[in-house]
């Protein structure tokens, strides 16, 4: 049954509704519509179009529940949806293309330049092209690339040229970083953004970098200060111990490759805590258990019968500590004690006798030393140190045997055993000049010359005056024969090189005199004046070298006992350039007349020195005597 209500239109839209759905059905609010316009549809009949609209359930009677199937219209929007999605996905990829192209052409434009605001090491380079940027940033770290890097540890400074560590800027390789074809959006965000500071590039040399840092190392080096126990005005204390500071050489290292071009200076470099050896703990537990009990009193040595009171400032005048093994240890002057004790006591030593040379029936023999009685520094040192933190403040010790400083078993090392050279020259009728040679004899005899010593007639004879022995007799001063304390001496001196001479000994000095005398042999003879002229030789052997000198059956000799080393061969030349004597005049006030003598000529001696049989040394010497002329003394004049 179909209930008319308004026109013909209404009639078939609500007829249209009522097939749609099963009588009886209710219509959903939702699918509810009501007139807006009239539409002209196929075929001249009039349309009525509804729109959705919420009207309540109970007024809009049954609707069908599919629309849009029931609807003549759906067939059409079907058609308009399938010609709409190509256009839709050509327009999508016409402005995917553009868009690209432009991000493209604008890297491609700008793939050579330095992104805008970009900084390297404090240099601007941004908005530059690679080659302006590449010299720009060299003449800009120019300074900084040249100068050495000052460096500091702690309070400690100093300084390192970038070469050195082999620390090289490649602006080549950080220009080229910032710079080329790259389509990554963030390229491109910093040309239009911006780019701020960026890292430089640099290229290094390991093996440089690890010497130059080790170097550096040493440099920096704050050393720690121990804790230490002393002791001033009688009193003990401890001193304050100090960490120390040394570079980590793997830290710096990595410092200076990342930032020698853009850290502050100066480059603080990184470093680890050095401990003392010695703690405040270890100082602090030394003072109060060693250093301060040994401080608070005197301390008694009783020794042969003797009891001797060292007072507390001698004690700790001669105690000290050290660092053992990471510990204070403490030490006391063992000699210092010795000589404060020989201070206070009377008697308390034997002296003892050095061993020495002597000759019997003309042959060296060994005089043994004669030991004494001293104490042992060390066992002494070490009983005060125990009576010091000990309730009984007495230290115990006994004497000992002192040795010889020159023992027998030192003189019979030096291989004295045979006589290696001697020299005699005959004494002239003057009994004062003879005695002066007798004197100079024993002052020679025995003299010992140690390996590689050099002996001086001079130093052996001691002062050349009266209260030494010796008496005036004739010399030759500036030519002229005149009286002197010595006199006759230089015969003492030239026995004494002639018996070195051939023993092989060095000829470390001696003078020629000016005339010669038939006493002596041409060319080997040396004067001797105290203060000026002096007579050495050197022991040029692996023995000892004890002299013997005596006056006996009108010479003088001197003969050198030891071990023979060296074989000596010598020869002297003949006579050249002889000059015949003349007769001078002379008014000195102090003129002696004399007879012609010798005449002068020059003569050459040769010595050489064998070892083993084979030649080791050669030596030649010309000596120039000058004539002994007649002297005629006139008087003075004016």
Not at 340 to 361: H, M, Q
Not at 429 to 454: C, F, M, Q, S, Y
Not at 459 to 470: C, D, K, Q, V, W
């Amino acid at each position: 049954m179909v209930k008319k209500s308004g026109s013909d239109g209404d009639v078939r839209q609500h007829a249209a509704d009522d097939a749609a759905a099963p009588e009886g059905a209710a219509v959903p609010p939702e699918r509810a519509a009501v007139p807006t316009e009239r539409a002209a549809v196929p075929g001249g009949s009039p349309a009525m179009r509804f729109d959705p609209v919420t009207r309540p359930a109970e007024a809009s009677g049954d609707v069908p529940s599919d629309p849009t199937a029931a609807s003549p219209l759906a067939i059409f929007d079907e058609d308009e949806q399938r010609r709409r999605w190509p256009r839709v996905v050509l327009t999508t990829l016409a402005v995917v293309v553009v868009l690209g192209g432009t991000y493209v052409g604008a890297s491609w434009a700008l793939a050579d330049r330095v992104p805008r605001g970009t900084t390297v090491a404090g240099v601007e380079i941004g908005g530059l092209d690679s080659a302006t940027a590449v010299t720009t940033l060299e003449d800009g770290l120019a300074d900084v690339v040249g100068e050495p890097i000052p460096l500091v540890a702690g309070e400690v400074s100093t300084s390192l040229a970038p070469a050195d560590a082999g620390l090289v800027l490649d602006a080549d390789a950080t220009v080229r970083g910032l710079t080329g074809f790259d389509l990554q959006p963030g390229r491109l965000w910093q040309h239009a953004f911006g780019n701020g500071e960026a890292q430089p590039v640099t290229l290094v040399n390991d093996a440089l970098l690890a010497d130059a840092v080790d170097l550096v190392a040493a440099a920096l080096v704050t050393a720690p200060v121990d804790a230490q126990v002393v002791f001033a005005d009688s009193e003990a204390r401890a001193t304050e111990a100090v960490d120390g500071a040394e570079v980590d050489p793997s830290a710096a290292a990595e410092l200076l490759r990342s930032t020698w071009l853009t850290a502050a200076r100066p480059l603080e470099l990184p470093v680890r805590v050095v401990g003392p050896d010695i703690s405040q703990e270890e100082a602090d537990l030394a003072l109060s258990t060693l250093a301060q009990p040994l401080a608070r009193a005197p301390i008694a040595v009783a020794v042969a019968g003797q009891t001797v009171e060292l007072p507390a400032a001698v004690v700790t005048a001669a105690a000290s500590f050290v660092a053992e093994d990471s510990d204070l240890t403490l030490t006391l002057d063992g000699p210092l004690l010795v000589e404060e004790i020989v201070k206070r006591t009377t008697g308390l030593f034997t002296p003892s006798a050095d061993a020495s040379f002597a000759f019997e029936n003309g042959v060296p023999v060994i005089v043994p030393g004669i030991p004494g009685t001293t104490l042992d520094p060390q066992v002494l040192a070490d009983a005060v140190a125990a009576a010091g933190v000990s309730n009984d403040r007495t230290a115990r010790v006994e004497l000992v045997a002192s040795d010889p400083a020159q023992s027998t078993e030192k003189l019979q090392a030096l291989g004295i055993i045979e006589l290696v050279s001697e020299f005699s020259t005959p004494l002239t009728n003057e009994p004062l000049r003879t005695e002066n040679l007798r004197t100079g004899a024993t002052k020679v005899n025995g003299t010992l010359v140690r390996p590689g010593d050099t002996f001086s007639l001079t130093e052996t004879l001691g002062p050349i005056t009266a209260a030494a022995g010796f008496n005036e007799a004739w010399v030759i001063v500036n030519g002229e024969h005149v009286k002197g304390t010595g006199g006759g001496l230089s015969q003492m001196s030239t026995t004494t090189f002639n018996a070195a001479y051939l023993a092989g000994f060095e000829d470390v000095e001696h003078t020629p005199h000016s005339e010669w005398f038939t006493r002596y042999p041409e060319g080997r003879e040396a004067t001797l004046y105290s203060g000026s002229i002096d007579m050495k030789f050197k022991n040029t052997t692996p023995y000892g070298a004890l002299l013997q000198s005596w006056v006996a059956d009108g010479r003088l000799h001197v003969a050198v006992w030891g071990t023979k080393y060296w074989t000596v061969e010598s020869s002297t030349s003949g006579r050249s350039g002889v000059v015949s004597p003349s007769t001078v005049h002379s008014a000195s006030p102090t003129c002696l007349p004399m007879s012609a003598g010798n005449p002068g000529f020059s003569v050459t001696v040769t010595r050489q020195l064998l070892l083993n049989g084979e030649l080791t040394e050669t030596t030649k010497r010309t000596t120039r005597y000058k004539p002994q002329n007649a002297v005629v003394c006139d008087p003075p004049t004016g």
